[in-house]
């Protein structure tokens, strides 16, 4: 039998090499649209994703953030691409179950407009309140509600963000007099509370916890039915006197525009699961007070269709929806 010369084995391996660098190389890039700006908590958490993706697939991931109207702008911009599996973009519980139908006509379907890959985890919101302003109870804001005209003025990221939503509720229970005040993103309105240009905020847990560790912010009560380990001093809503029905944790997922390939939803699906064992991504998502979920595609939806079902009556029942 002949046999095949050492430089002719060593070209062919230089081929296959240069094959394989040159298939990675047209491949086009993961388009990562993220709804809020950058510094935000949703922005990071995206980026952490993105780059976990990245090293999951082989894909280079590049995020691109489209903030304004609480994750419709961003919503659109997808919609207008197309169903490729070269977009994709990360979507809260907010743009799943509040953001639409706080809008008479609904700009879009939370169930028809996206086919979702997974769900990347769960987070608690907490509210706060500026330090140095005496207030260390939630009942303490009915004196700060009651003192001004225009009652309590609380922020949010964005009209229809579960911030709203849940202050909203709250303050109907509490009977306070409140006045919203929508910011674009978290960070702005971090930003406003701290400058004490309003009184009250619900954030995302992880963002809070920073400013209460420096004596900025001082937080009131969870979202959520079982206390925080990253703040276990602070009560539950239903512990700190607000209704149970409002202990409803933050989510998070990566979506894809309607008719998005099916193998490129698998492949995604299955790189976010595997990043579950990713120490640096794991890492960065506890320091977020993330919880890591285990979720199928379909997983999406049912999150969403849990959710709406809370949701939707609640807004019907504080007349939030409008033009």
């Known amino acids: 039998m002949s046999k ?3 430089h002719f084995k060593r070209l062919a391996i230089a081929s296959l090499a240069l094959g394989a660098a040159q298939a990675m190389a047209q ?3 993961l388009q990562v649209v993220a709804q809020q700006p950058p510094g935000s908590g949703s922005d990071a958490m995206t980026r952490a994703w993105a780059e976990c993706a990245s090293r999951q697939t082989g894909i280079t ?3 691109m953030n489209r903030p304004g109207a609480n994750g419709i702008l961003a919503i659109n911009y997808l919609k207008g691409q197309p169903a490729d599996g070269a977009n994709v973009m990360s ?3 907010s743009q799943m179950t509040i953001t639409p139908f706080v809008h008479k006509q609904m700009p879009y379907d939370p169930l028809k407009d996206f086919d979702g890959i997974a769900v990347i985890g769960t987070s608690p919101l907490v509210l706060a309140v500026p330090a140095g302003m005496g207030i260390q109870k939630l009942t303490d804001l009915t004196r700060v509600a009651n003192a001004q005209s225009g ?4 922020g949010s990221p964005g009209k229809g963000s579960p911030a709203h939503l849940l202050t909203t509720a709250l303050a109907e229970a509490m009977k306070w007099p409140a006045t919203h005040v929508p910011f674009v993103g978290e960070s702005a309105g971090l930003n406003a509370l701290m400058g004490h240009h309003i009184q009250a905020m619900t954030l995302v847990i992880g963002t809070a916890a920073t ?6 912010l001082v937080p009131l009560a969870v979202f959520a039915s079982e206390r925080s380990s990253l703040m276990p001093d602070v009560p539950t809503i239903a512990e700190a006197g607000g209704p149970a029905v409002l ?3 933050a989510w998070i997922a990566i979506v894809a525009k309607k008719g998005t390939p099916p193998d490129v939803i698998a492949k995604l699906n299955d790189a976010t699961n595997k990043c579950r064992n990713d120490n640096t991504y794991a890492t960065r998502m506890n320091t977020m007070n993330v919880a890591l979920v285990n979720s199928k595609p379909g997983d999406v939806a049912a999150y969403a269709e849990r959710d709406i079902a809370v949701w939707k009556p609640l807004i019907e029942k504080l007349g939030l929806a409008t033009e």
């Open 4 to 6: 095949t010369p050492l």
């Open 27 to 29: 491949t086009p890039p």
């Open 247 to 249: 202990a409803r944790p």
């Open 211 to 216: 400013q209460v560790q420096a004596g900025k």
């Open 91 to 93: 979507i809260g519980m």
């Open 61 to 63: 991931s590049v995020v």
């Open 151 to 154: 009652g309590l003025n609380f």
